[in-house]
């Protein structure tokens, strides 16, 4: 029993099958009093190295695994055990070992510390005891390992690609993913065979060239947005793709590749998007290439970064400029410093419009109209401007103004008021002769303001008037009374000008006032005097009419009583021989006195049917007409008519009138007929430009020059054989010429007269 | 015979009223020439009428007469209602031949002109138109 109570229970405990460590409870060294063999070897160290050492000294944390919680843990389970007493337990830990190289070497355990006390309950020592279960875990590592990359090849071979290998030089097909298969439109069953056979299409595409190079140069070939042609539904479309064909070597030896692994990327979608977006910004470059404004992108410091050609073109520059020239340098000098104020304003995020010179670099000043707005950008925001040549819009605004200065200048001086009023005829101007007359100011006059001026009985129609004049864009006239500064109308003829733009819209108004007071007073007294006259040619048609009518009655008595008379002594005619001759003499006298009386009323007759009207007239057929009347006269002197009017057919004139002329003319003709030869008159016509002449010409007894002369006077009469009172040729030329035209005669004693008949040939309005 | 027996003569020229009363008098079988200064004491003659009997066959009026002239007059007359007067014939009787005078009688019911002074001749022509036997 004594040999059996000195067993040697250091070399028992150091070789009993299991790894324990016996330390001493003196944190936080922990100071190792024994270790069995096997965890001696397990961990590579000698007894020497470990014993009478801190644990933590003997196993210090591996720096390389700071995720390693075997340290940490065992410090825990120990501290645990020591104070209070109980078994702790560690789970599966990684506590890396020194591998005797200065490195560390993976390892996973499992442990437990447990509290050795004596009989009093002292705490002596804390049991460790461990299992390396390393190998486990790297067993069950690998197994995850290989499932996860199971699962990403999976995945891989899943994803939007078309992946195969191909390998020999007859290509055959190794592998093939899904979206490869859908893209040859083939199942698996290609898998095995040579590519161009299972799928020849394919050969057509340049595959086969490009697997070829790729083999023998061992060169990955790369290819974005490769066009492919392929149907799909029936219809034809372009795809493009990006495409990898890379060498694989099976052994990492071989020189020469095995084969080619291939990658093709669908990226139509993205090509599309992309065309689209460059078509887009293709159309967008070239409205603003094509637009006539200029367009510019200028940096916060001045920089122009783009200017499109309308703009270029006006700061007399090119493409060379953009992002070297700073735009400063083509504002006008005494434009730069609002110029700069502005553009830093637009940077800082404001739209604005203004106006500026540049000088071009060849010289040329412009006016320009900006309108710029904030872009933002990389480098924070910049000047986005369209700019409008506004040179020419400022010149014409210029010579406007230039030229109603000269106009207000000329107004200012002429003898008429002016004015000018805007589209809507609201007067803003008034040149100084309007107030001088008027004793008005602007102020007052302005707009609407000149109805003060005014007559009361006179406003309310012009404002009628103008207001349609306003509206309907022409010239118009008016006449009106305007107060004069000292409260007198005087009457105005006023005329308005419409100034026009090159579309016909109105501009504005330039009107005169022209003072026609004496025109108007003169007006009225000829009126006045107009109407005196209407009188007097009334009281003298009327005197004439009385005087015929009056002078007939007694005439009519007498005529009547001397009838009675002469029936009273028709008896006594045997024995008072003259009392018949008396009685005839009475009746001539009474005839004649008659007749004269019958000329004054044709003559008032004459006056008062001058308005007959002028019709077309047949000249052959009226002549034949009065021929027809005259024919006992004809007869009775056996007179020869020849007539020859066709070279003027019709004839505009009053009717009653012509053949009262014609009348006149062929009696006349009859009446003074030379009695030693028979009668001769020849009637004719001839057409001149612009009248028709008629002519009757007779072989009768002739006038000399001198009663020529007097020849149209009323009661004048050159012969006294024959009955006439003198008014017929004097009411014949007052009738052609009451139709515009004329008459004349020539005449030779003895031998004949002529009278020629000047009828106006276009008809005779009114 | 004819069958002109009673003459109105409607003027103020006394003269001339002598002359054509005169003259119409002797006319076969004319047995009354009544004489009127002016158209209103002609108007009184013919509506004092009783009888149809008296009621003139033949007027003979002047047109320029004081207080009512021949205008008036037949204005008047072509609204008097009075027995008879279908049968009575209206003459003008003028020194004028002015239209201005002439026109004045449309439309109204005279029988026709007659140029003053009044002559045998112009009687004959009268009764011929007018009261042929």
């Known amino acids: 029993m004594h040999q059996e109570q000195n067993l040697d229970f250091e070399s028992i405990f150091n070789t009993m099958p299991g790894s324990f460590l016996v330390l001493k409870p003196n944190a936080p060294q922990y100071t190792i009093l024994a270790i069995s063999d096997e965890l001696l070897h397990n961990t590579r160290m000698e007894r020497v190295e470990v014993v009478g050492k801190g ?19 065992l ?29 560390f070497e ?30 486990k875990i790297v067993a069950e590592t690998r197994v995850s390992d290989l499932r ?44 095995g065979q040579p590519l161009f056979e299972a799928i020849p299409e394919a050969k057509h595409q340049g595959f086969a060239e490009i697997l070829d190079q790729v083999r023998k140069t061992g060169q990955t070939f790369a290819y974005s947005e490769y066009p492919t042609k392929r149907v799909i539904d029936g219809n034809e479309a372009i795809y493009y793709y990006n495409i990898v064909c890379q060498p694989y070597y099976e052994n ?65 520059g090119d493409e060379e400029l953009l992002g070297k020239v700073n735009v400063l340098d083509v504002i006008a000098p005494e434009h730069r410093t609002t110029w700069k104020k502005n553009h830093l304003r637009v940077c800082e995020g404001n739209n604005l419009s203004w106006e500026f010179d540049i000088i071009g670099l060849k010289g040329k000043r412009r006016r320009m109209e900006t309108h710029a707005v904030p872009l933002p950008g990389e480098n924070g925001r910049s000047q986005l401007a369209v700019t409008h040549d506004i040179t020419k819009r400022k010149e014409a605004e210029l010579a406007l103004r230039e030229s109603e200065e000269q106009f207000r200048t000329f107004a200012n001086n002429i003898e008429n008021l002016a004015w000018m009023a805007d589209p809507q005829g609201s007067i803003y101007w008034y040149n100084e002769r309007w107030f001088n007359y008027t004793g008005t100011s602007l102020e007052e006059m302005i707009g609407w303001g000149w109805e003060k001026v005014h007559h009361p009985d006179h406003v309310a129609s012009v404002v009628a008037f ?40 109105v501009l504005r108004w330039i009107g005169t006032n022209t003072n026609i007071n004496e025109q108007k007073k003169a007006e009225a007294s000829l009126e006045a005097k107009n109407m005196e006259l209407v009188r007097i040619n009334n009281d003298l048609d009327n005197f004439i009419y009385t005087a015929s009518h009056d002078l007939k009655a007694p005439i009519s008595n007498i005529e009547g009583l001397i009838g009675l008379l002469s029936e009273e002594l028709a008896g006594l005619d045997s024995q008072h021989a003259d009392i018949g001759h008396i009685i005839s003499l009475m009746e001539k006298s009474m005839d004649r006195f008659k007749r004269t009386i019958a000329s004054l009323t044709d003559l008032v007759k004459l006056q008062q049917e001058s308005a007959s009207p002028v019709t077309r007239l047949d000249l052959g057929e009226l002549i034949g007409e009065v021929l027809l009347d005259l024919e006992p006269h004809i007869k009775a002197s056996a007179a020869a008519i020849e007539v020859a009017v066709d070279a003027c057919t019709y004839i505009y004139f009053s009717e009653k009138n012509l053949r009262s002329v014609v009348l006149n003319l062929l009696s006349n003709a009859l009446k003074y007929a030379a009695a030693d030869r028979v009668p001769v008159i020849r009637i004719g016509c001839e057409e001149q430009p612009n009248y028709h002449v008629l002519t009757v010409k007779d072989n009768g007894l002739g006038l000399s020059l001198q009663s020529q002369k007097q020849l149209f006077t009323m009661f004048k009469r050159f012969h006294d054989h024959v009955e006439g009172t003198g008014i017929g040729l004097y009411m014949v030329k007052k009738m052609v010429e009451g139709s515009g035209g004329y008459i004349a005669v020539s005449s030779e004693e003895g031998a004949g007269t002529e009278f020629r008949v000047f009828i106006k040939k276009t008809p005779v309005k009114d | 015979m004819n069958k002109l027996t009673n003459i109105l003569l409607v003027d103020d020229d006394p003269i001339a009223n002598y002359v054509n009363k005169t003259l119409l008098e002797k006319i076969d079988g004319v047995e009354q020439v009544t004489t009127a200064p002016n158209g209103k004491v002609a108007l009184q003659l013919l509506e004092q009428q009783t009888s149809p009997n008296n009621t003139p066959d033949l007027i003979l009026l002047d047109i320029n007469m004081p207080v009512m002239n021949g205008i008036e007059f037949m204005q008047a007359y072509k609204e008097l209602a009075i027995e008879g007067k279908e049968t009575i014939k209206v003459i003008i009787l003028t020194t004028s031949n002015h239209p201005r005078d002439l026109a004045c009688f449309t439309d109204l019911p005279i029988a026709g002109f007659l140029n003053k002074p009044l002559t045998s001749g112009k009687i004959s022509g009268l009764l011929d138109e007018h009261f042929p036997a």
Request: aromatic share 8%; hydrophobic share 35%; with cysteine.
């Open chain 1, 55 to 73: 644990v933590f000294e003997v196993y210090p944390e591996n720096p390389d695994a700071i995720t390693a919680t075997g340290p940490t843990s």
């Open chain 1, 148 to 191: 996860s990359i199971e699962k990403k090849y999976s995945l891989f071979l899943k994803a939007p690609l078309a992946v195969c290998i191909l390998t020999g030089p007859e290509n055959i097909i190794e592998l093939s993913n899904d979206d490869m298969l859908r893209f040859y439109n083939k199942s698996k069953d290609i898998i």
């Open chain 1, 75 to 103: 410090r825990t389970s120990l501290k645990n055990a020591v104070e209070n007493r109980v078994l702790d337990q560690i789970p599966v830990v990684r506590y890396d070992v020194p591998d005797g190289s200065g490195g």
């Open chain 1, 106 to 135: 993976v390892r996973y355990w499992s442990a437990n510390s447990r509290p050795v006390t004596d009989s009093s309950g002292k705490l002596l020592y804390i049991l460790h005891t461990t299992q390396d279960i390393t190998d």
């Open chain 1, 252 to 316: 990492p030896f071989d020189k020469e590749p095995s084969g080619v692994f291939s990658i093709a990327h669908n990226v139509t979608e993205l090509v599309l998007a992309k065309k689209r977006v460059e078509e887009s910004e293709a159309r967008l470059q070239a409205i603003i290439e094509a637009t006539p404004e200029c367009i510019k992108i200028v940096s916060p410091d001045g920089l122009l970064n783009y200017m499109n050609k309308s703009g270029l073109h006006m700061i007399e």
């Open chain 1, 466 to 505: 103008v207001s349609q004049a306003w509206k309907s864009g022409d010239n118009w006239e008016l006449t009106f009374p305007l107060r004069n500064a000292k409260g007198e109308y005087q009457w105005f003829l006023t005329r308005a000008y419409p100034v026009k733009d090159e579309q016909g819209n």
